[in-house]
């Protein structure tokens, strides 16, 4: 347990459906990451927010939508996904010290997207 | 970030130590090497980083040669459980930018066996 939740752990879309991926971070911390795992390829860091601002949007498609409502909670939203799309994403939390240092990163569990 | 090298896999005897090398030859003065792992299909687990100084913690110990190109992931005594993907990373995280950035590579894949 890293203080980082995730939910749903899995879920199912059809490429038409809208659906949300929710994060918490238990553990005090002011940033938050999306990151993209495909079958038998890296990690790919998806989004930064830091201080609730996004600070990083690494060219991912707009049919990912991400959302910083307050320092704990980090949302994705999904719409009109495609079938590549599908993938294990996480998320993480670290402590951004205001630009001069910024602690390790704690990721949840991650949850499993298959898309139709 | 400076790029990473690792094994693509390694084997370990239970109760024996493991030792995951890692090259970094192009590492700057101000990056760290953090090791993370990855048991199957969950979220990478943080274990132990460092600049310069060897570093232990309860899970495991991290050797930075004095040069710093490279360094030695070990977990004294592994289990089955240790069976998981293991990163090397170099970062400008604690210490350098704004916020975190991890660049993930292919890892080393440690099979623990009875």
């Known amino acids: 347990e890293t203080g980082v939740t995730q939910t749903p752990r899995h879920l199912v879309m059809g490429m038409t459906n809208k659906k949300s991926l929710k994060c918490e971070q238990h553990?005090?911390?002011?940033?938050m990451y999306w990151y993209k795992q495909s079958a038998k390829k890296p990690l790919e860091l998806m989004f930064v927010?830091?201080?609730?601002?996004?600070?990083e949007n690494n060219s991912v498609p707009s049919r990912f939508s991400p959302e910083c409502p307050n320092s704990s909670h980090l949302f994705l939203h999904l719409h009109t996904l495609q079938p590549e799309d599908s993938a294990l994403y996480l998320c993480?939390?670290?402590?951004?010290?205001?630009?001069?240092?910024?602690?390790?990163?704690?990721f949840g569990p991650g949850t499993r997207l298959t898309v139709l | 970030d400076a790029k990473t090298t690792q094994p693509p896999s390694m084997d370990c005897a239970e109760g024996r130590a493991a030792n995951l090398p890692c090259n970094h030859s192009?590492?700057?003065?101000?990056?760290?090497v953090y090791w993370y792992r990855q048991i199957h299909s969950q979220g990478p687990q943080y274990i132990i980083h460092?600049?310069?100084n060897n570093e232990t913690n309860e899970m495991a110990s991290l050797i930075i040669t004095e040069d710093r190109k490279s360094s030695t992931l070990i977990l004294p005594h592994a289990t089955l459980r240790d069976t998981a993907v293991y990163y090397c990373?170099?970062?400008?995280?604690?210490?350098?930018?704004?916020?975190?950035?991890?660049?993930f590579g292919q890892g080393t894949i440690l099979t623990v066996h009875p």
């Open positions: 192009t590492i700057s003065g101000n990056e760290y």
């Open positions: 927010y830091s201080l609730e601002e996004r600070v």
């Open positions: 990373i170099v970062s400008l995280l604690a210490g350098g930018t704004s916020y975190g950035k991890l660049t």
């Open positions: 460092g600049l310069k």
């Open positions: 993480a939390s670290s402590q951004d010290r205001g630009g001069t240092y910024t602690d390790t990163q704690y």
């Open positions: 553990l005090g911390h002011n940033a």
